[in-house]
């Protein structure tokens, strides 16, 4: 399947499964996802045989999908044990059969310390029987007070020991903080992104985030320039695969504010706003980044959660704000040996424009399908070793430029 070259992008799934069909396979689609989450089935015959027809239409719209069935979870093997669990399992994936759009199944959501073994566990356990399959385990995210929720005192260790016991195709986590209102919680979201990105540094796993698409607590329903603004600054700390929390109204709704899909079945204002952000990523710079590898990210104007301030060190050798408005720069490596160099309005309200000095022979910008933008042109000079580029930025956009080396 083509889904295969996309880049990952999903969201989390609560709706019915005796509500759910194939028919809104074309929801997802039209909103730019390519691997996500199914609804929770696996109790009955008939929503096994509802999950097969929605994977069907998967198939045909080039989507992956990862399977919450009852019986994958790390609950059930701490209900059942290892020798029960491999039987369920099996037969849970031998009734989907080897299916096209089958990605793999949901292993469990955030375990606390007392299910962290068993976490760890199902995830070998699911490979065991499943070895063609990539199990799924959603992580917490590091916040204060993190170390009663997961039982170790130093998130490095955490992964760490994720990484050995759990041995994961990819990390997932989610966090929210950076929907409170203001930049109260910016510290943790960026922390977050940085320990992800050096436990991939150290393992050489890449990680996925989950962001926010649905206001509940006390975040706000993000607008579109929040949504992209999440978007861009994940990717430029390096995840290589976005899902969002979450696409259908659940029910009881408690203070939960205008998911995509909302109470009634119908799209909404964040429905249209999610659509346009992760379609134009995905037509844009997505290709490069899915496969490119983070090795320098750094902010300008103010750094939150650790993350260096911009010191000109590498490719980049000046970058400023015009509007003094905080800026991300993150230099990438493809697997072709070309560089890349990318910038961010880090900022969710206020147009910014950013000027940028790379040390290069010519910066290629990286557009619409993928197509460089080859010659000089306005906004672009040349001055000895150094090209200059002075992109304006909305709030939250990206800009990504090849480098063409001296």
């Known amino acids: 399947m083509k889904s295969d070259e996309r880049f990952p992008m999903g969201f989390w799934n609560y709706a019915d499964i005796q509500r759910q069909g194939p028919e809104d396979v074309r929801d997802w689609d039209e909103a730019g996802m390519t691997l996500t989450l199914g609804p929770e089935y696996g109790l009955d015959q008939a929503g096994t045989d509802r999950m097969v027809a929605i994977l069907d239409e998967c198939a045909r719209r080039d989507i992956r999908l990862i399977l919450c069935h009852a019986h994958s979870s790390y609950l059930h093997l701490k209900e059942v044990g290892e020798e029960t669990f491999k039987k369920d399992f099996a037969a849970a994936v031998a009734a989907i059969g080897p299916h096209p759009a089958l990605y793999g199944f949901h292993v469990g959501d955030e375990p606390m310390a007392e299910n962290f073994e068993a976490a760890c566990r199902t995830m070998r356990l699911q490979r065991e029987v499943a070895p063609n399959l990539t199990p799924f385990l959603n992580l917490m995210s590091c916040q204060d007070g993190f170390e009663g929720r997961v039982g170790f005192t130093d998130w490095a260790d955490y992964l760490d020991a994720y990484t050995e016991g759990?041995?994961?195709?990819?990390?997932?986590?989610?966090?929210?903080?950076?929907?409170?209102?203001?930049?109260?919680?910016?510290?943790?979201?960026?922390?977050?992104?940085?320990?992800?990105?050096?436990?991939?540094?150290?393992?050489?796993?890449?990680?996925?985030?989950?962001?926010?698409?649905?206001?509940?607590?006390?975040?706000?329903?993000?607008?579109?320039?929040?949504?992209?603004?999440?978007?861009?600054?994940?990717?430029?700390?390096?995840?290589?695969?976005?899902?969002?929390?979450?696409?259908?109204?659940?029910?009881?709704?408690?203070?939960?504010?205008?998911?995509?899909?909302?109470?009634?079945?119908?799209?909404?204002?964040?429905?249209?706003?999610?659509?346009?952000?992760?379609?134009?990523?995905?037509?844009?710079?997505?290709?490069?980044?899915?496969?490119?590898?983070?090795?320098?990210?750094?902010?300008?104007?103010?750094?939150?959660?650790?993350?260096?301030?911009?010191?000109?060190?590498?490719?980049?050798?000046?970058?400023?704000?015009?509007?003094?408005?905080?800026?991300?720069?993150?230099?990438?490596?493809?697997?072709?040996?070309?560089?890349?160099?990318?910038?961010?309005?880090?900022?969710?309200?206020?147009?910014?424009?950013?000027?940028?000095?790379?040390?290069?022979?010519?910066?290629?910008?990286?557009?619409?399908?993928?197509?460089?933008?080859?010659?000089?042109?306005?906004?672009?000079?040349?001055?000895?070793?150094?090209?200059?580029?002075?992109?304006?930025?909305?709030?939250?956009?990206?800009?990504?430029?090849?480098?063409?080396?001296?």
Not at 233 to 244: E, M, P, R, T, Y
Request: hydrophobic residues 35%.
């Open 166 to 406: 759990g041995q994961p195709d990819f990390y997932c986590y989610d966090c929210y903080m950076q929907m409170i209102e203001g930049t109260s919680g910016w510290e943790t979201y960026f922390t977050n992104l940085r320990h992800y990105h050096e436990a991939e540094q150290r393992h050489g796993i890449p990680f996925w985030t989950t962001l926010l698409s649905c206001g509940h607590f006390g975040f706000h329903y993000p607008k579109e320039d929040d949504l992209r603004w999440q978007l861009s600054s994940a990717v430029a700390h390096g995840a290589k695969g976005l899902l969002w929390f979450f696409f259908y109204m659940r029910h009881p709704h408690c203070n939960y504010q205008v998911p995509p899909i909302d109470e009634h079945y119908e799209r909404t204002e964040t429905y249209q706003w999610l659509s346009r952000i992760c379609r134009t990523f995905l037509k844009t710079t997505a290709p490069v980044l899915r496969q490119a590898k983070l090795r320098r990210v750094s902010h300008v104007g103010q750094a939150w959660g650790g993350t260096a301030l911009f010191d000109g060190q590498g490719i980049v050798q000046s970058a400023r704000s015009l509007y003094d408005v905080p800026l991300i720069v993150s230099e990438f490596q493809h697997p072709d040996g070309s560089d890349y160099v990318l910038v961010v309005n880090n900022a969710t309200t206020g147009f910014n424009q950013a000027e940028l000095s790379v040390q290069a022979r010519d910066l290629h910008h990286v557009g619409w399908d993928g197509e460089e933008n080859l010659p000089m042109g306005p906004g672009k000079e040349k001055e000895g070793d150094l090209v200059t580029v002075t992109p304006w930025l909305a709030p939250g956009q990206m800009e990504l430029w090849r480098v063409e080396p001296l």
